[in-house]
């Protein structure tokens, strides 16, 4: 057996982000009478996905703190519907902060494939997102005991696609680099940057985007990593 470490991205590859983002910004529209200002819950999602892209692009290369991420995201969303409050914006990223990771939509085959996974490797997971909220997904999920690792960008003190959160991450788990493979669905952060660190690699795209990167794997379902792995 090649491989003996999997290492998992957690958000849109196990964890549905987008099902589980919506349901809560949703909740979020409504309980704040946002109908007021914006035409419907898609058109204001689509609005704080913009700015929210932008401004966690800004995190990750260390331009912005996590306390302010979370409402400057919901501060330039309201804006653009004329609402200019600070303290609204603070607290529905707040109830943002809360409540999305209590939300338990999992991406299809995500348990099924795991099961046959744990059976034959050491199963990790490495991300960038905060420690309080993936920690609080992975439990409320019940995926936490599938995992040997859990390494957030908080965890290492670098975000991926940093070579040093993957070395990081493969030290704590006392893995090598030939045996270990990455799995995850963003191209930059997961695939390259494991490639760059040398790692093989599994592109999760189930989208079937177009690129012109080479990598180790690319699926378009979990249920390929059986064929793989």
Same mark, same amino acid.
């Given at each position: 057996?090649?491989?003996?470490?999997?290492f998992?991205?957690?958000?849109?590859?196990?964890?549905?982000?987008?099902?589980?983002?919506? +349901?809560?910004?949703?909740?979020?529209?409504h309980?704040? %009478?946002?109908?007021d /200002?914006a035409?419907?819950?898609?058109?204001?999602?689509?609005?704080?996905?913009?700015?929210?892209?932008?401004?966690?692009?800004? /995190?990750?290369?260390g331009?912005?703190?996590k306390?302010?991420?979370?409402?400057?995201?919901f501060e330039?969303?309201? *804006?653009?519907? *004329?609402?200019?409050?600070?303290?609204?914006?603070?607290? +529905?990223?707040? $109830?943002?902060?809360? $409540?999305?990771?209590?939300?338990?939509?999992?991406?299809?085959?995500? +348990?099924?494939?795991?099961?046959?996974?744990?059976?034959?490797y050491?199963?990790?997971?490495?991300?960038? *997102?905060?420690?309080?909220?993936?920690?609080?997904?992975?439990?409320?999920?019940?995926? %936490?005991? /599938?995992?040997?690792?859990?390494?957030?960008?908080?965890?290492?003190?670098y975000?991926?696609?940093?070579?040093e959160?993957?070395?990081?991450? @493969?030290?704590?788990?006392?893995?090598?680099k030939?045996? %270990?493979?990455?799995i995850?669905d963003? @191209?930059?952060?997961? +695939?390259?940057g494991?490639?760059?660190? *040398?790692?093989?690699?599994?592109?999760?795209?189930?989208?079937?985007?177009?690129?012109?990167h080479?990598?180790?794997?690319?699926?378009?379902?979990? @249920?390929?990593?059986?064929?793989?792995?």
């Open positions: 057996m090649k491989y003996r470490h999997i998992f991205d957690l958000d849109r590859t196990l964890w549905d982000f987008e099902s589980n983002m919506r +349901i809560t910004l949703t909740d979020l529209f309980r704040h %009478s946002l109908g /200002y035409p419907n819950p898609d058109h204001f999602i689509e609005t704080f996905n913009l700015h929210n892209s932008r401004l966690w692009n800004s /995190y990750q290369n331009n912005m703190k306390e302010v991420l979370r409402y400057k995201r330039k969303t309201l *804006g653009d519907y *004329g609402i200019r409050s600070k303290d609204l914006a603070k607290v +529905i990223g707040q $109830e943002y902060i809360e $409540e999305s990771p209590k939300k338990t939509a999992l991406m299809p085959h995500a +348990i099924e494939v795991l099961n046959y996974l744990k059976e034959k050491t199963l990790h997971i490495i991300t960038n *997102g905060f420690n309080e909220v993936q920690f609080t997904k992975l439990e409320l999920c019940g995926l %936490s005991n /599938y995992f040997t690792k859990v390494v957030t960008s908080e965890i290492s003190g975000h991926k696609p940093r070579t959160a993957f070395g990081y991450t @493969l030290s704590s788990a006392n893995a090598r030939a045996e %270990s493979i990455m995850g963003d @191209l930059e952060a997961d +695939i390259l494991a490639k760059a660190f *040398g790692i093989d690699q599994v592109f999760f795209n189930p989208n079937q985007e177009q690129h012109n080479s990598v180790t794997h690319e699926i378009s379902s979990l @249920l390929e990593l059986k064929q793989i792995l």
